[in-house]
């Protein structure tokens, strides 16, 4: 008997089937009432009682293994079937969506691209600022009322922390570390206390451009920025430069260029003038160069700063600010094409 057995466990574990039926076929010739080993239990009863014992043990393991056996099979053969109907292969893949770049970042490394070919590099500097470097050194001393217009975010404790309202921080910053020539482009991020409209933000984004060397004069202010126009707003573009005030520079200027949706014929965007403003500039004063330790006898310097979401919206004419930091996909996605 005990061979008997151990030929239907070999039988047993060299098993397979590959279909269902096959699984279910072998199944009653071995598993059910009147299979192979439901005979043996059958047998059983007639073994001798010095037997039982030992015969019983290689019955139950034979009883075991068959019902695990047959377990195994059956999940192999699900397995396999379900692979075979769940997978199509003639599906085209999931597309990957590639990102884009946001606008702002489009239109800002563009004015550092064009800067940069006339030698330009970058510097970059603390958004959390302190006093000194945003107002003090830059021309506003304490009380001035030119600070009114420059409103921003202080810690409370310690007003001497604050963000920084202008990049020009970074200026100051790197006027003091180094020696002329210096010839810098300052692009990041700034803050002012202000309502949030479609017009303006708590935040925004600006590039600044500082040049100081021997014998800089407001003519080379002129011709950069006129180079910078055209590379930017195309070959046509047209400058022109309106008095102004900045603490930080004498004489200070507004730059206007001709408007590019009507080419300077005057339209709704540009209010009918013909002209739309796009940055501030002027010759660094010569306090603002003594304050950083530069002789102001020897040197001269201009610079000029542009708030990023204003050149984006008339490269882009977006109408609404606070579209730039919404992460609407369907307006960032829009942008897909620009770089
Ligand atoms: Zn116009």
């Known amino acids: 008997m005990i061979q008997k057995i151990q030929q239907i466990l070999g039988e047993i574990n060299a098993l397979t089937a590959a279909t269902a039926e096959e699984l279910e076929t072998l199944r009653i010739k071995y598993l059910s009432k009147k299979g192979e080993i439901s005979a043996l239990v059958n047998d059983f009863r007639n073994v001798a009682n010095e037997e039982k014992r030992e015969i019983g043990q290689h019955l139950n393991t034979l009883k075991n293994r068959a019902q695990e056996r047959f377990a195994e099979l059956k999940e192999t053969l699900e397995n396999s079937q379900s692979t075979s109907s769940d997978i199509d292969l003639t599906r085209p893949a999931l597309p990957i969506e590639l990102g884009t ?3 702002l970042s489009i239109v800002k490394n563009e004015i550092i691209e064009i800067f940069a070919r006339i030698g330009f590099t970058i510097a970059e500097g603390p958004e959390i600022e302190d006093d000194w470097h945003v107002f003090g050194a830059l021309n506003f001393p304490p009380e001035h009322p030119a600070r009114d217009m420059q409103d921003t975010f202080f810690i409370e404790k310690n007003p001497d922390v604050l963000l920084r309202t202008h990049t020009s921080s970074v200026q100051s910053r790197v006027m003091m570390a180094q020696k002329p020539p210096i010839r810098v482009l300052c692009p990041g991020r700034v803050y002012r206390n202000e309502a949030i409209s479609y017009r303006a933000h708590c935040f925004f984004h600006q590039v600044e451009g500082l040049y100081i060397d021997t014998n800089v004069s407001f003519a080379d202010l002129k011709q950069a920025l006129l180079y910078f126009a055209k590379e930017m707003f195309g070959e046509k573009t047209e400058i022109r430069l309106r008095p102004s005030y900045f603490p930080f520079t004498e004489p200070s200027a507004e730059m ?14 540009c209010k009918h003038t013909g002209w739309v403003e796009i940055l501030g500039c002027g010759m660094v004063d010569p306090n603002v160069l003594e304050n950083c330790g530069i002789d102001s006898s ?10 990023v979401e204003r050149i984006t919206n008339l490269k882009y004419q977006v109408k609404d600010l606070r579209m730039f ?3 609407d996909l369907r307006f960032l996605q829009q942008f897909e094409a620009a770089y």
């Open 101 to 103: 770049r946001h606008p």
């Open 256 to 269: 206007d260029i001709s408007c590019n949706l009507c080419g300077g014929k005057g339209c709704p965007f």
């Open 298 to 307: 020897v040197y001269s310097g201009y610079a000029f700063g542009m708030g």
């Open 325 to 327: 930091s919404e992460n």
